[in-house]
């Protein structure tokens, strides 16, 4: 199982990688956020790159297997129980 993790994460860390990179090649791929074009000044190039990131954090915590404990944690802050 950690060869699964292990190619996940580095895919997710590529791909992350990229998006921070290029976030016009994933403009142009991808398209315009409305969302992000209404709230930020820079508009949909730094929202790739929020979640280019959040690609690269995720990432390594599926490399190193924390990435349960991670969202185990947020779910229970969601739903109390």
């Given at each position: 199982m950690f060869i699964n993790r292990l190619i996940i994460g580095i895919?997710?860390?590529v791909v992350g990688y990229l998006m921070v990179k290029k976030?016009?090649?994933a403009y142009e791929l991808i398209g315009r956020l409305n969302f992000a074009e209404k709230f930020f000044?820079?508009?949909s190039t730094f929202m790739f790159q929020v979640i280019g990131v959040l690609l690269i954090l995720g990432?390594?915590?599926v490399v190193t297997g924390v990435h349960d404990n991670i969202l185990a944690a947020i779910a229970n802050f969601i739903v109390p129980g």
């Open positions: 895919i997710m860390v976030p016009t090649v000044t820079s508009g990432g390594f915590a």
